[in-house]
């Protein structure tokens, strides 16, 4: 079983930063694929970013291209979302996701068994 408990977001106005971080605890080997995904009010939630366990390949999703990054300690058994260049319509409740299954990055949310609480990230103008 793993749990996820993400921290980081807040307010921030458009071009600033701000990094994201996922806590995960339970089995060490039991996330092959880790994922933020966003849902905005009004919206389904969407893909942001998907790291691979196994080789720390990488996806990002077109409208965060360039702008976000994606990375892992595995030391501290953390996940983390470097935010930067963030505009308004980045404002979201950001989650973060993991999946024991699949060894291949999903977009889709039914794709990953386990999530945080998420995390507000609000960018005003």
């Known amino acids: 079983q793993v749990q996820l408990v993400e921290s980081g977001g807040g307010l921030v106005q458009a071009g600033g930063s701000l990094r994201l971080s996922c806590a995960i605890s339970g089995r060490a080997f039991s996330s092959n694929t880790m994922a933020w995904f966003r849902q905005a009010p009004g919206k389904d939630r969407e893909f942001v970013a998907g790291i691979r366990r196994s080789d720390e390949t990488t996806y990002y999703a077109d409208s965060v291209k360039g702008r976000f990054t994606i990375s892992r300690d595995d030391a501290k058994n953390t996940v983390s979302l470097q935010m930067n260049s963030l505009k308004p319509e980045d404002t979201a409740v950001y989650y973060c996701?993991?999946?024991?299954?699949?060894?291949?990055?999903?977009?889709?949310?039914?794709?990953?068994?386990?999530w945080g609480q998420g995390t507000q990230v609000t960018v005003s103008s």
């Open positions: 996701a993991s999946s024991s299954f699949r060894r291949a990055i999903g977009t889709n949310p039914n794709a990953y068994e386990n």
